[in-house]
């Protein structure tokens, strides 16, 4: 299985409402990363948890709040959220944690795409 | 974070070879070379990575320069289902795992 699987694919919701997206493998890897990637532009990297533990947060505003429940899940928690907020956002593994020499590839899920209205 | 540079977009001819160049003039001595592709609205594909070496796969091939400064992806037999955004990202402990994106490299290939 070499498969990262985001749930819900589309998601609409409201700037006053609570959602999470969630990603997840079953590949044993122990680096799992958010990006977040607006219309004809690049992936940006959001977070990167390693070992479960969050390791890198690129400044994000608190509305997004990351979550890694065990090393198979990955939560994206979203609350309050602005129009400008719309994007797609990915999900990513790799088999070891960042920093580490020869980091392997990154795996990614087809994205969960946002619409706030 | 070394930075990447990449044409903005390239054309090939259906059955040619596809060659994507990719600057990167501040790589460091423990950072790799890794190009990904993005075909509309999927998640993006790992295809290659390398260090110094040249490398081969069933997708492609990584021609890296002496200096490292330097690499070009090629695609030996594009077909249209090569048309993507092509990515090339340097990634690794100088970076301490983030693994910034470019630009990128919109390959069109045309029948």
């Known amino acids: 299985d070499t498969e990262v699987t985001q749930t819900p694919k589309h998601l609409v919701m409201g700037m006053t409402n609570k959602k999470s997206l969630k990603c997840e493998q079953h590949m044993g890897h122990r680096a799992m990363y958010w990006y977040k990637q607006k219309a004809k532009k690049p992936p940006e990297l959001m977070f990167v948890y390693s070992y479960e533990k969050l390791s890198i947060n690129e400044s994000v505003p608190s509305r997004f709040s990351p979550e890694c429940p065990n090393s198979s899940l990955l939560n994206l928690h979203l609350h309050a959220l602005q129009p400008e907020d719309s994007a797609l956002y990915l999900c990513?593994?790799?088999?070891?944690?960042?920093?580490?020499w020869g980091t392997g590839e990154l795996f990614f899920g087809e994205g969960s795409r946002l619409t706030v209205l | 974070d070394a930075k990447t540079t990449q044409p903005p977009s390239m054309d090939c001819a259906e059955g040619r070879a596809a060659n994507l160049p990719c600057n990167h003039s501040t790589i460091s001595g423990n950072e790799y070379v890794y190009w990904y592709r993005q075909i509309h609205s999927q998640g993006p594909q790992y295809i290659i990575h390398g260090l110094k070496n040249n490398e081969t796969n069933e997708m492609a091939s990584l021609i890296i320069t002496e200096d490292r400064k330097s690499s070009t992806l090629i695609l030996p037999h594009a077909t249209l289902r090569d048309t993507a955004v092509y990515y090339c990202?340097?990634?690794?402990?100088?970076?301490?795992?983030?693994?910034?994106f470019g630009d990128g490299t919109t390959l069109t290939v045309k029948p």
């Open positions: 990513a593994s790799s088999q070891t944690q960042p920093g580490a």
């Open positions: 990202i340097v990634w690794g402990s100088v970076n301490a795992g983030k693994s910034t």
